[in-house]
Structures are given as C-alpha cells and as structure tokens.
C-alpha cells in the first residue's frame, strides 16, 4: 500500500477524467460534481499521507522505483519528503477548494474545463512526487498544456497573449533545463558508468565547479520563470489577469511553487558549489523582487492585478528566505509557500466572486461595498491581513521567519524587504479602503447580494488554516525541520570547494544551523 | 544453378516485390472493377504482406544479388517507417480522391512503386543501386504531385518537382562518378577499405564526389539551402501525397545518407561534421523561422518538415550508433504524428475547400474530438511530453549530447521553441477562437472508415511511442548496432 499510495494520488484526477469522459456534455451538473468527487478523493487520499508519514525520518518516503524507459535508464520513481508533502496537500486541497468556486463562474465548454483542472491537477503532484528527472520534465510539461487551455479558452479579453506568452515564457526555461538534464545524465555515466536519470543516485555527484555553474544556470532559469522573479515575471499579471478565477487560484497557489521547489529539489542539492557562487544574484533578484512588485501592486487599478504584482513581492520573499541557507530561512521560506498559496488563493477567489457579479474588477467601479455585503468584507479583511502577514495570521510567521533567516544571513537584505511589508500594508489597505469603504457611489453596487452558501463553504477551510498556522505553527515547523535540514547538509558539501576557490577562510568551522524549531513559537503565538 | 540462387537470394526483396505485385494488379485488373475502394484494400493488403515479411526477416543478416543488396535490421526498421508511411497516405487518400471523382487505381499504384523504390534504396550499399532506388521513388511522386492535371497548382508543384528532382539527380550521380574515379568502386565498404589510399593520391575526388551525393540528398530531405522547392510543391500538390512526400522520401534519405557517410565514407567523416553542423542548423532555424509567417496550414507543416529534416540532421552530425538509432526511432514518431497532422488537415480541406488557418477556428465547437486530435498532433509535432514527438527529440537530442554538440542541442531546443509558438496557431484558432460565418457549424462531417482507422492508429502511435517507447527504443538500438 505504502508505495502505491503516490501513484494513486497521482493518477487519480486521470481516473476522474475518463469518468467525465463517460458523462454527456448536457449533464452540467453531474460533470460538476463528479470533478468535486475526484479532487475531494484526491485531498482525501493525500491526507492519508500524513497519517503514515513518518516525521523523523530523513530522507524519501512512500518510495516507488521500477523502470519506465530501461533503454536510458528511466525509472518511475516517486517519494516525498515532508516538503513535498505539505506541497501535495497544498495541491489537493486548492485543487478541491477551486473546483467548488467555479461552479457558477464557468458559462460553456463545461466538460472541458474540468477535464483541463484534472489533468492540471496531476501534472502538479507529478511534479511534486518525482524523484527522477526525466519523469519531474514530463509532468513539469505536461502541466503546461491544460493550463494553457485554461487561460486561453475560460479566461478574460487577452487571454490568447496571455496563454500563448505563459507557454513561451516557461519553454524557455524548461528547454534549456532539459539539455542541463542530458548533460548529467552523460557526466553521471562518464563518472559510473551507468546511464540513469534518478534523482537519489545523481545528487551528491562531483561535478566539477564549472559544471556546476552552467547547470545551475540552466535549471536557475527554468525555475526561477517560474517562480517567477524580477525581471522574468512580466509573464505572471498576465496570465493570473486574464485566466479563470480557478486558473488563478492554482496558477498562484500551486504553480509558483514549483519554481522554488525546483531549487529546494534540483538546484540546491546537486549544485552545491554553485549555490554558493549563485547566492547573491538570487537574493538580490529576490530583494528587487519583493520592492518591485509592491511598488507596482500600488499603482495598480485592477484589483487582480494588484494581486497578480503582490504575488511577486512575495515570491520575492519565499527565494530570499530559501538563499539564506539557514534553518529559520528556509523553514519560513517553504511555510511561506504553503501561506502564500492559502492567503493568495482566497484572495484570488474573493476577486472572482465579485467579478461573478459585477463583471469588473476596477477598484474604481467599487466603493462603499462593507455596508452591501458584510460578510465578504469581513472575510476580504481577514485574508488581506494574512496577506499582509499581520501576527495571529499564517503570513506573519512565514515572514518573520525569513526575515529572520535574512538578519543573520545579511542585514541589508533583511532591512530592504521589511520595507516589502510596510509596502504590502499599504497597497493592501488603500486597495480595501477604496473598495469596500466610504458610501456605495455607483449605483450598480446597490444590487449586489452577500456571499452564498457555497461561497462561504469555499472560504471557510482557508480562513481556518490561515489562524491556525498563524497561532500554531510549531507541527509543521517540526515536520518541515528533517527535510530542510537534510537539504541543508546536501548544500553544505559545497561550501569547502566555494571556500577554497575562493579563498576564503573561514574563523569559525562551518556548521549546520540547529537553533531549534521551539525558538519560534512564541512570535506565532502573539 | 543452386548456387547462383543462394547468391541472388530471392527472399532478400520479397517486402518490396508484395508491394510491387500489388500495383501490377492496380494497373491491369482492378481498373475493370466497378467497386473503387478494392484498390486502397489491395494496397494496404499488400502492405500488410510486406510488413510480414520484414517480421520474418528480423535480426537475419543477409544479403544477395552477389551483394548488391544487404539485408539488416536497419533496412528493415527504415522499411516499417516507409510502410507505415504508405499505408497511412493510402488511407487519407480515399476520401480526398472520392471528393474530387479521382479515386482512380493508378493513383495507389504509383505511391506502392514509390514506397518498392525507397525500400530499394535503404537495402542497397551499392551507389548505383541506391541511384536507381531513388529514381524508381522520385518518378512516381512527380507523377502524384501532379495528380490532379486540371489543377493548376498541382502540374505546377509536379514541374517544380521534377526540375529540382532532376538536378539533384545529376548532382548525385556526378558524384558517384567522382567517387568511382577515386576509390574504383562503387560498393559501400569497399570504398570505405580503399580511402586510406585514395586520399592519398585522388583525396580531391572523393571529397567533393561525397559532397556532390550529399547536395543530391540534401535536395531530397529538403535541407538547407536546397529546400527552397518544398513549400510550393508541398502546397500544390494533394493533401495526402504532401503527407506521403513530407515523410517517406525525407526518411528515405536520411536513412541512405547514414548508411553511405557512415558505412562508405566514414574515412573522411571527420571532414564532414562541420558542415553536417551547419547544415543542422539552418535547416532548422529556416524551416522554423519561415514557418512562423505561415497563414496556411498545409504549407505551415511543409516548412514545419524542413525543421524536422535540421533536428534529424543532428543524428548525422553525431554519426554514432546511438544517433542512427535515435534517427529512426524519431522517424518512426514522425511518421506517426505527421501523418496524423495531415489526416485533419485532409478532413478541413475535404469540408471547407482550403487549407487557411481561419477555417480551423471555432473547430472545437464544432467538432470537438477532431480538435483533440489536432491538438495531440500538433503538441506531438512541438515535441510535448508524453508525446511520441518528446522521446524522439529526447533521443536524438541525448545522442548528440554524447558526441559532444553541445551547442548545436542549445540551438535546437530554441529552435523547439519558435516551432511551439506555430504549432500553437492551429490550436488557438480551434479552441480559443470563434469563426466568423456560423453557417458552417450546421455542416455534418462524414468520414470514411479508412479516414478513421488512420486517425486511429496515428493517435495510438503518437501517445503509445510517448508512453511506452521501450519495445520501439530496443528495436531502434538493435538497428543503429547492426549497422555499425
């Protein structure tokens, strides 16, 4: 059971699809529910995960490895650590969340829009569960395609550019990314003498520092498109603007994280010497990233595209708290994706379900929107907090922790993207001010009914974890320490060649972060 | 007697000899049945036999005509590709030609005498055999190019094609001369045993003799520069020939170009990489950037097959076992996807009259599961994973990492990417687009079982070669090996 449960979590929207398939295309209602069946399974399943996972343990679990390809050494290979299991979980239960927020939002071609979430929905865990890179590019792939239909059939006015650019964008990198894969994979053989494209077998393999240079670049890039950072993120206002509120909500909930993930995955442990070299581009990139997209989420007078810019402010975050290569940065950097994913989500489900019935979503159409519908802007407020990352809500610990991470790492840096946050504050509130603040001027709004019941069940599961990572951290704190420091082992193996390249000596011996994870408890406990 | 029949050794063409009876049978007999559709099932029957044929030979070296003709299972693999290619375009065929009251037998006679003459060709290593092999294909397919003789476009695409076909036969046939005048010979591994001395005394004959036949087959695989022909040939003549041409006559000389560089002269290959390199790469990058400024679609996938011919050229610039292996296993894909590609466009063009990417727009609306399939071809043709168009790439792509091109891989997955942004065009005209006249959404669309069984298996094929590639791989890298 243990090492099939992967695969069925995997392939089980698959299932789902060929059972939509069997379903006529009149039938709405019945292709609605059957897509909500298979992704609430699927969360189900993945929940299960938790239960049989065990926490201490260092490395793979839930590991499945046969041959796929022999001819070059191609293995289904499938594993999670707990990262990628928080991942998964935050997979399915976004998946689930944005199938049920799409019920009213979807006018035509039904059958296909479920059809491309599913199929969404299993290139996402595929890329998570991977532990063989050959498989990780498929599914990295695979996911291109029905997110392509998704913004380019369901979405706004210029969702063909937006579709058409999304795909480009993430081509660039995943090509170059697959030539870097071909590269290790004839190094690995000239070293071993075997062909394999396995994840285990091929980290911790001594490539030479150039090498590593030139790999890490080539995966970096794919990765860091999709993270996506400054200035490779002109790709994301556009396609989370123009795709369907559930598109949006997986772009920015699950996608994004993929990038990082990349790093945590690929990057950081096979290319550790160039870690080292790479780490002050990235923070910087990161740094800019965080003032950046504030900056221009201020500006902005769509309100999904504010959220769209926030969203690289806060990417921003999550690849600094990742550079620093220290305990609390990294574990605030993977608690922030998880955050990032709750908190954007809603975010991106509340614009939706404004946009359902106003069909705009310029701040300016709005106004006075807190007296017509109350508990929207209760839950609007609460979200926005969490956002902005306000003690009591899951943003503040993620934040706090790499921030953190970033002091001791260095201090400008850390200084620079506080000032994201006081940013964040600002955009956040003046957008929520003018929105749902002061008298209803425009008399379309005086209609507007308050969120039904689907609506709210929608929101409420979000609202739950947002308060409760916020106040009680410390599980998944605990149960993200083994794989983050088993990630930081992996990276540390570089820093003596790093050090003697360049000559660097260093006073104290290099060691691995261990302050524990109970240092943190009171700051989310506020 | 005996022994001049285990020299000529019969068996050796009884794949291309099926098919060759077949069109014997086209030309006299069937012409008097009243039922039209007997000649594409004598044609795929006879295809089927082939294909027997080729079973029973595998992993069975052999040769004969005093050898003249060899026998192993890189012909033989080359040969399924043909086959498969024959047999695809023969069931496009009978719709369009029904259409167009030109379901005529000689039509399938001369695709099974082009496919004999490609067989010919791969299973020679004899220059002269492998010259007449190339005739006994060209000349029926200037004869289908032309198909259509009131079509202005068609005689127009089969003048075309037979003026450079000739030209390239000139070119390749001085150089077998030349190549004669150097080594004495026109047998494959004999020329490669006597390099060592004619470089020595005639090294300026058998250098420009090989590049002479490689200009001769470049014209063939449509490569740079000498692809300017495909595009209007390509476009003129009938759908189902272009997919007949854009696969069979392209696999057909990349196959016979390894086997005469490799095996004949692999002495001077070293001479050649550099300008395989470059040929690589314009072809590619001229096939895609031209491609790009395509508003119709039939013409699209002609400069789409010039980008194909550039990423089978790396297989050629690599020159390694694992690089002819790759070349057939992505020849084989091709011949799958493409195939595929060009059955929908065969279904447009039979509905709407032309080949214009605004006809595919609102086709998902309309037809929902002919949209899909365009859409798994066209991400197939892109090379998407897990689509048969990704392994083939992957292959060909790793093959030539090994041989150290680096570069040369860079610059083909950025190639890969521009072919995304046209392979997308018909796909953003079927799904995300509406069309502009709704009249023709009334329009029911009738398909011949023929039309469907290839749409069928070109779909299978597409998807399985990308799923489950592991039988097809170990075939491939059985041929590559036995070639070397």
Known sequence: ?526 | MPQLDAAININIVLPEISLLIASFLLLTIVPLAKQRIISSIISLASVAVSLYFIYAMWNHQQTGYFGMVTCDNFCLFSKVIFLITCGGAVMLSRDYLVKRGMDRPEYYAMMLISTSGMMFMVSSSNLMVIFIGLEIMSLPLYVLAGFFKDDVKSTESAAKYFFMGAFASAFLLYGIALVYGGTGTTDLSKIFMSTGIALQKNELYLIIGAALILIGFAFKIAAFPFHMWVPDVYQGAPTPVTAFFSIGPKAAGIAVLLRIFIIGFGGVYESFTIIFWILAFLTMATGNIFALMQNDVKRMLAYSSIAHAGYLMLALTAGSSEAVSAALFYLLAYSFFNMGAFAIVTIVENKTGTNHIDTYKGLASRHPWLAVFLALFMFSLAGFPPTAGFIGKFYIFSAAIKANLVWLVVAAVMNSLISVYYYLRPIKAAFFEKAEGEESSAVQLTLGPLMVVAIIITSVGALGLGLFPNYFLKLAAASGLMMM
């Open chain 1, 1 to 526: 059971m243990d090492n099939m449960i992967l695969t069925i979590i995997t392939f089980l929207p698959v299932l789902g699809v060929l059972a939509i398939l069997l379903i006529p295309k009149e039938q709405v209602v019945s292709i609605r529910h059957t897509t909500l069946f298979f992704t609430l399974v699927t969360f189900v399943a993945s929940l299960c995960l938790i239960f049989r996972f065990d926490p201490v343990a260092t490395g793979m679990q839930f590991e499945v490895n046969i041959p796929w390809i022999e001819q070059f050494g191609i293995g289904y290979h499938l594993g999670i650590d707990s990262i990628s299991l928080l991942l998964i979980l935050l997979t399915t239960f976004l998946t689930a969340i944005a199938t049920l927020s799409t019920f009213k939002a979807v006018e035509h071609s039904h059958r296909g829009f479920y059809i491309s979430i599913l199929l969404l929905e299993t290139g996402m865990l595929g890329v998570f569960a991977a532990l063989d890179l050959f498989m990780f590019y498929v599914f990295w792939e695979i996911m291109l395609v029905p997110m392509y239909f998704l913004i380019g059939i369901w979405g706004g006015t210029r969702r063909i550019y937006a579709a058409i650019k999304f795909v480009l964008f993430t081509m660039i990198g995943s090509l170059l990314m697959l030539v870097a894969i071909l590269v290790i994979y004839f190094q690995y053989h000239g070293l071993n003498g075997e062909f394999t494209t396995d994840l285990i077998k091929l980290t911790g393999m001594p490539l030479a520092r150039d090498m590593q240079m030139w790999l890490f670049a080539a995966f970096g890039l794919a990765f860091i498109i999709k993270v996506p950072m400054w200035p490779f993120h002109t790709w994301l206002p556009d396609a989370h603007v123009e795709a369907p509120t559930a598109g949006s909500v997986i772009l920015a909930g699950v996608l994004l994280k993929m990038g990082v993930y990349g790093f945590l995955r690929f990057c950081l442990p096979m290319f550790p010497i160039a870690t080292f070299e790479f780490i002050p581009i990235i923070s910087i990139l990161a740094v800019i990233g965080i003032i950046y997209g504030a900056l221009v989420a201020m500006v902005q007078k769509d309100i999904k595209s504010l959220v769209a810019f926030s969203s690289v402010s806060h990417m921003g975050f999550i690849m600094l708290g990742m550079m620093t290569l220290n305990l609390q940065g990294m574990q605030g950097s993977i608690l922030q994706m998880i955050n990032h994913g709750i908190s954007t989500g809603a975010l991106f489900l509340l614009v939706g379900m404004i946009y359902e019935r106003r069909h705009t979503r310029m701040i300016s159409e709005y106004g006075g929107l807190a007296s017509q519908m109350p508990v929207y802007s209760t839950f609007f407020m609460i979200v926005l907090l969490s956002s902005i990352g306000v003690p009591g809500t899951n943003g503040f610990v993620g934040e706090f922790l790499i921030l953190l991470g970033a002091w001791k790492f260095n201090a400008v840096y850390a200084i620079l993207a506080a000032t994201g946050v006081v940013f964040a504050a600002c955009y956040m509130l003046w957008m929520y001010q003018r929105v749902f603040y002061g008298k209803v001027t425009n008399p379309a709004n005086q209609t507007l009914t308050d969120m039904s019941l689907r609506e709210k069940i929608v929101l409420v599961p979000l609202i739950i974890l947002i308060f409760w990572i916020g106040v009680y951290p410390k599980p998944l704190l605990n149960l993200l320490e083994p794989s983050v420091k088993a990630v930081m082992a992996q990276v540390e193996v570089g820093r003596a060649e790093y050090n003697a390249y360049h000559g660097i000596v260093e006073s104290v011996a290099s060691e691995i972060e261990l302050s524990d994870a109970e240092n943190v408890k009171p700051e989310g406990t506020e």
